[in-house]
C-alpha cells in the first residue's frame, strides 16, 4: 500500500488525494501529469497502465474545466489500483504522450483522440483509430449532436441501374 | 402440338426457364453484422433448412453469389465495405434487408449507424424484426423467387433501360451497323423511319434523371 504522505512527499502537494467506493484518485494538475505517471511506475510499482479514457465535463455544475483525461493504473506486484486524473481546456487539449512509459498508451491515446479530439504531444502515430479517416468531428464531445451532422450520408448512391 | 409431346417434356419460354432456375438456385451472400446473422444461421441450420428453397449454398466470396442478405445494422465505416462487396456481385443479383437495423438503423439512431442500407444500395425484400424469426427470412425468400419468376431477373443495364423517364429506347434495327461503323441504309431503320417505337428522339441522346441523394438532416 502506497502511503498518501509518500505520494505528497514526491510530488508536492498540488497532488489531491481522495478516495469513492474503494478506489483511490489522485487529481494532477497538467503540467505534471507525465512526471508524476513516470515516478508512479518507476518508483510505486504502478507498472501496468490499464486504460485511458476522458470524460467531457460540459454542463457539469462543478467543473472547473473542460476535459478530464483519466489514467487507470495498476501494480503488478501489490496488486493495488490507482486512478489518475487530469483536465485538459479548449482550444488546445493538449498533454504529454505516455507512450515513451507504455507501449501499450498507443492506441489507447489514438482512441481518446478520436473520440475527444484531445492531442498526445510525442505519441508516434496518432490518427483516428475507430472513425473513419475523413470524419471531422469529435463525437464524444458533448456539443456534438447524437445523430450526427449528416456525416452518415455523405456516401454515393449505388442505384440499380449502375450496379 | 402438345398432344405429340412425351412425358416429362415442357414447352415454354426461355426467360421463364432461366428466371424458374435462377429463382431456385439462389446463392447468398451472408453479410451478417449483428444478432440477425444468428438467426441467418439458424435459418441456414437443420430445423428451418434453407435448403429446401435451393438457397443453402452460402459463398463467401461476393463472385460466387447473387443474393446479399444485410443481416445486421451498418455503420459508416463499413459502409464503402458493403458497396464494394455489392458492385463485386455478378448480375443478375437481389438483395434481402433484414432486420430493423439494415431497414431503418433501427435503435441505432446515431451518429455512426447508416439508417437503412437502402438508402445506399439497392434492396428487394426488406424483413422487418428485431431479429426475425427465421420464417420471416424464409418468407422473404420465398416472396423473393415469386419476384423472380414473375418480373424476371434484369441487368443494371436493362433496369436503367426500363425506367429512364423517356421509356426504353426505341428498337434500332441498325445498333450492329452503327457499333461496327457501317453504313447505315437509308429507309431501313425504324428509328429514322418516324415509325411509332421511335423517331422522337435520336438514339443515345436520352437525359437521365440526377441521382436521388439521401435527405440533407441528420
Known amino acids: ?163 | 402440338m402438345a398432344v405429340g409431346l412425351p412425358e416429362n417434356v415442357f414447352l415454354t419460354q426461355l426467360d421463364a426457364a432461366a428466371n424458374w432456375a435462377r429463382s431456385n438456385s439462389l446463392w447468398p451472400m451472408p453479410f451478417a453484422t449483428a444478432c440477425c446473422g444468428i438467426e441467418l444461421m439458424a435459418t441456414a441450420a437443420s430445423r428451418h433448412d434453407m435448403a429446401r428453397f435451393g438457397a443453402e449454398v452460402m459463398r463467401f466470396s461476393p463472385r460466387q453469389c447473387d443474393l446479399l442478405v444485410v443481416a445486421g445494422r451498418v455503420v459508416m465505416k463499413m459502409l464503402p465495405v458493403l458497396q464494394r462487396i455489392w458492385l463485386q456481385m455478378p448480375e443478375p443479383k437481389w438483395c434481402i434487408s433484414m432486420g430493423a437495423c439494415a431497414c431503418t438503423g433501427g435503435v441505432f439512431d446515431t451518429y455512426a449507424v447508416v439508417q437503412g442500407i437502402d438508402r445506399f444500395i439497392p434492396v428487394d425484400m426488406y424483413v422487418p424484426g428485431c431479429p426475425p424469426r427465421p420464417e420471416q427470412l424464409l418468407t422473404a425468400i420465398m416472396d423473393l423467387q415469386q419476384k423472380i419468376r414473375e418480373s424476371g431477373s434484369l441487368m443494371g443495364r436493362e433496369f436503367k433501360a426500363q425506367t429512364m423517364p423517356n421509356g426504353p429506347p426505341p428498337f434500332d434495327p441498325d445498333e450492329l451497323r452503327r457499333l461496327k461503323g457501317l453504313p447505315i441504309l437509308p429507309d431501313r431503320g425504324l428509328a429514322n423511319s418516324g415509325h411509332q417505337f421511335g423517331g422522337e428522339l435520336p438514339i443515345g441522346q436520352y437525359t437521365e434523371l440526377p441521382a436521388a441523394g439521401g435527405p440533407a438532416h441528420g
Open chain 1, 1 to 163: 500500500m502506497v502511503e498518501s504522505s509518500a505520494l505528497i512527499e514526491r510530488f508536492g502537494p498540488e497532488i489531491v488525494e481522495s478516495t469513492f467506493r474503494d478506489n483511490r484518485r489522485l487529481t494532477v494538475p497538467t503540467g505534471k501529469i507525465f512526471e508524476v505517471l513516470s515516478g508512479l511506475k518507476q518508483d510505486f510499482g504502478f507498472d501496468m497502465l490499464i486504460d485511458i479514457t476522458a470524460v467531457d465535463c460540459l454542463d457539469l455544475d462543478d467543473a472547473e474545466h473542460r476535459f478530464s483525461v483519466i489514467y487507470l493504473l495498476r501494480s503488478m506486484s501489490t496488486c493495488e489500483r490507482l486512478v489518475v486524473k487530469t483536465f485538459v481546456d479548449l482550444p488546445r487539449p493538449q498533454l504529454p504522450s505516455v507512450y515513451p512509459l507504455w507501449r501499450g498508451a498507443d492506441w489507447m491515446e489514438r482512441e481518446v483522440f478520436d473520440m475527444f479530439g484531445i492531442t498526445f504531444l510525442g505519441h508516434p502515430d496518432l490518427r483516428r483509430i475507430l472513425m473513419p479517416d475523413e470524419f471531422t468531428a469529435f463525437p464524444l464531445r458533448k456539443d456534438y449532436p447524437l445523430q450526427g451532422r449528416g456525416e452518415r450520408h455523405n456516401f454515393p448512391v449505388i442505384t440499380r441501374a449502375e450496379s
